[in-house]
């Protein structure tokens, strides 16, 4: 089935270090990928999201593309800050279907 | 804000009772999903409905259930409450189409005692 398998962590940076967060996925057909984010105490907020391979999604400087031939959507960021410490999900949606998501990564940056 | 709203945000009960949680969708958005999320779990997708109608079905125990209303606000029923199922549950929307985002509440905090 669908599925999603993500460096789990926890990761622990000191500001303006570079940050990758590993994600792969199993799936039947091209499925769309996404990396939700969660601030302690809040929901699920989007992140980033790609719908087809070769696609970039990117979003206050993260980035992640869509590698078909590695069934990969690795999360990266070149330089982290302070406030990115946070829960990251890796996660993919086929078709209108739920969305499945990875285990979550904890991020924590230092100052 | 998400444009998802749930409620209540926290709720204290006890081992053996049953209480509801609600979910208002995004405006528009004809699918609605619940998840759970808990400490050893991560995020379990429980069952999602469209337009009023059970679309899939996820980890959901037998204990709980679901239901879309003709407004499309979806409540969540969890009885016989027992302590493993403290957890934050989650509603999320989305409208249809492939790749698009699926948008969550803040959560519902359980905490059963």
């Known amino acids: 089935g669908n599925s999603v398998t993500q460096m789990e962590g926890p990761v622990t940076l000191s500001e303006e270090a570079f940050l990758t967060i590993n994600c792969t996925y199993t799936a039947t057909g091209y499925p769309s990928l996404f990396w939700y984010v969660q601030y302690p105490g809040e929901g699920l907020q989007l992140l980033l999201k790609a719908t087809k391979a070769d696609d970039k999604g990117s979003n206050k400087g993260f980035e992640a593309t869509y590698r078909k031939e590695t069934t990969s959507f690795h999360l990266e960021k070149g330089s982290v800050q302070v406030s990115d410490s946070a829960v990251y999900f890796c996660a993919l949606r086929y078709n209108n279907n739920d969305m499945r998501f990875g285990a979550g990564t904890r991020l924590t940056v230092k100052p | 804000d998400s444009g998802v709203t749930q409620t209540p945000k926290h709720l204290i009960t006890a081992t053996g009772q049953r209480v509801t949680l609600r979910c208002s969708p995004r405006?528009?958005?004809?699918?609605v999903y619940w998840y759970q999320q808990s400490l050893d779990q991560g995020l379990q997708f429980l069952i999602q409905?469209?337009?009023?109608?059970?679309?899939a079905k996820g980890n959901i125990l037998e204990r709980f259930s679901a239901q879309q209303f003709p407004d499309l606000h979806s409540e969540l029923n969890l009885s016989s409450l027992e302590l493993g199922d403290s957890a934050l549950y989650f509603c999320?929307?989305?409208?249809?189409?492939?790749?698009?985002?699926?948008?969550f509440g803040e959560g519902s905090w359980l905490t059963v005692v």
């Open positions: 405006s528009g958005d004809l699918s």
């Open positions: 999320a929307s989305s409208e249809q189409g492939r790749g698009n985002t699926i948008y």
């Open positions: 409905y469209y337009n009023g109608e059970e679309r």
